[in-house]
């Protein structure tokens, strides 16, 4: 038995749609249900749909074999995983945003709201600006525009929310695709498995 | 031995008997009754892989750590011209989770094998390890490892210092894509390193990729140190239980050469985790070469020792008798080699195989 955690969402529904089309289909996914956890005993697959920030908890922890993760969430959360494969969708950007016109005088902390306190703190850690984090949850963009902020760091995937706002990037930080990971554990005692599935995702790791 | 380890909690009948293993082959306890200054600590902080440690002072105002590691102590309490020193430790060290930040005391169990000549201390040593998981559990894996391949082909191919530590990052996570994007210009250089960190499972093929990947004399050396350990794990009965995954590379400002990780089925990070770290010696001014593993056996707790299904063997609900009668009664009971839980009541909270009404 394979257990496999999807980020709930329309990249998990995308990637189930692929691995349903390799051999690893459970019906029940496609029912309208409020389920989070989803066996086909016939096919070894058990599949759970989490919050797609807590996809590499669960992986890391031994909760699932392998999921399916944003990189922006690696590179925040650093899970001691195995990273397998990018699998080339999902594609997003992470950068940092503001008002438009906005233009950092340089004077004092520079005020960051985000929900990836780490990534900021690195990037602006690279390019020697003391900075304020402010960490938020959600609904980043309100930040700058309340005043909460002087800009945010957050993902962009076309710039939509943003303009929508009244905001605009000032710079990219790092671009992010959604990415395989397998547990360490799970790996060495699972790798079979786990190499069906990589090769069947559409590139095998090798 | 069985009567009285029988009472025994999974955790301490796992230390006795691998401290009973690590006597059988020549090993002395290290008992770590002092503590050591927060500096060794802290020049060694990336050994250790601890972002900081308890600290207090001493009577005479020196700074000193909480034990979070028993390696550098007995390195640093290692004679520079003692030939060979074969120690075990059983101890409880002190280190903060990452993710929680939040300080943790988790007993500890290993091995140092200093000094000592040839191959015969990684031989051991790994077998050592090879014994300590299989008494842990039968469901195991010992992935194994020679730290110095990924960086000598990196060497080789003239790989600028400053993407080395990426590099070495992504082999450790088996991130072939980044490999790729780090290495994409360098083409030779990215295929070998790519088949370096996803090998074969079958360490017989894996012994063969690696000696295709490392063409030169040092490279050779490296994979024949590789294919010696296997033949020892073979031998000792451990083939099928061994992997070679050179994703395991240890900080390599400390450790050179062989290098291990054991898992067990279920659990999910490495529970013992070993190498040689012939550069922390020197870094400590020791002349000799050593290797050791550490096993968290705390972090197995919870996963080894499983449900119970009683509390107890019997419950003996006393009522309104004596306490003299009840321990009488307790006595008897014990005498017979039962556990027993002696309450006034029986709420129904305990489970029990049989309860008993004086």
């Not at chain 1, 995983?81 to 005088?105: H, N, Q, R």
Request: aromatic share 8%; glycine share 8%; with cysteine.
């Amino acid at each position: 038995m394979i257990n496999i955690a999807l980020p709930k969402g329309r990249l998990g529904d995308s990637v189930y749609k692929s691995l349903e089309a390799i051999g690893y289909e459970c019906p029940e996914m496609n029912e309208d249900n409020r389920k989070l956890i989803f066996e086909n005993e016939e096919k070894g697959v058990k599949y759970i749909l989490v919050k797609p920030s807590d996809v590499a908890v669960y992986v890391e922890h031994g909760a699932a074999d392998i999921g399916i993760v944003g990189y922006d969430v690696i590179k925040e959360n650093e899970p001691d995983v195995f990273e397998l494969l990018d699998l080339d969708i999902g594609k997003c950007s992470m950068a940092v945003a503001a008002p438009k016109g906005f233009e950092d005088t340089g004077r004092g902390p520079l005020r960051v709201a985000t929900k990836y306190p780490h990534i900021a703190k690195e990037y602006y850690m690279s390019i020697n600006r003391q900075i304020e984090i402010i960490t938020l949850h959600g609904s980043i963009e309100l930040a700058p525009i309340v005043g909460l902020s002087d800009v945010i760091v957050d993902i962009v995937e076309t710039g939509a929310t943003l303009r929508e706002n009244g905001l605009e990037v000032c710079s990219y930080i790092v671009k992010s695709s959604a990415r395989v990971i397998a547990n360490k554990s799970s790996y060495h005692f699972k790798r079979d498995s786990i190499e069906k599935i990589l090769s069947g995702l559409g590139e095998k790791a090798l | 031995m069985e009567n009285v380890t029988s009472f025994l909690q999974w955790e301490d009948k796992i230390s006795i008997e691998l401290q009973r293993l690590y006597e059988l082959y020549g090993y002395d306890r290290y008992r770590m009754e002092k503590f050591e200054p927060y500096d060794m600590y802290m020049e060694n902080k990336r050994f250790i892989n601890a972002s900081s440690v308890i600290t207090f002072y001493d009577a005479d105002g020196k700074l000193m750590a909480l034990k979070p590691d028993v390696t550098l102590s007995v390195v640093k309490n290692t004679n520079p011209d003692e030939k060979m020193k074969k120690v075990y430790y059983l101890e409880n060290v002190f280190r903060m989770d990452g993710r929680t930040r939040e300080y943790r005391e988790l007993k500890q169990i290993g091995l140092e094998f200093i000094g000592g000549d040839g191959f015969y201390p990684e031989a051991e040593a790994v077998t050592m390890a090879a014994k300590s998981m299989a008494a842990i559990s039968g469901d195991f894996v010992l992935c194994i490892s020679n730290c110095d391949i990924v960086p000598h082909i990196l060497e080789q191919y003239d790989v600028p210092a400053e993407v080395r530590e990426d590099i070495l990052t992504s082999v450790r996570h088996k991130n072939l894509h980044r490999l790729a994007e780090l290495l994409g210009e360098n083409t030779q250089c990215c295929d070998l390193i790519k088949k370096a960190a996803v090998l074969p499972e079958d360490p017989e093929r894996a012994l063969e990729t690696l000696g295709e990947i490392c063409s030169d004399r040092a490279g050779q050396e490296c994979v024949s140190e590789l294919r010696q350990v296997w033949d020892v794990l073979k031998s000792e009965g451990f083939g099928d239980k061994t992997v070679i995954d050179l994703s395991i590379i240890n900080e390599t400002g400390y450790y050179n050469g062989i290098a291990f990780h054991g898992y067990i089925s279920g659990q999910p990070g490495a529970v013992l985790s070993g190498g040689r770290y012939d550069s922390l010696m020197a870094k400590m001014g020791k002349s000799q070469r050593a290797l050791g593993f550490a096993i968290y056996i705390g972090s197995l707790y919870g996963h080894m020792q499983g449900e119970r299904e009683y509390d107890c063997d019997v419950l003996l609900v006393y009522g309104e008798a004596g306490p003299e009668a009840v321990l009488r009664r307790v006595g008897e009971l014990t005498a017979e080699g039962r556990t027993v839980l002696a309450v006034e009541r029986d709420c129904g909270e305990y489970r029990a195989k049989e309860k008993i009404s004086l």
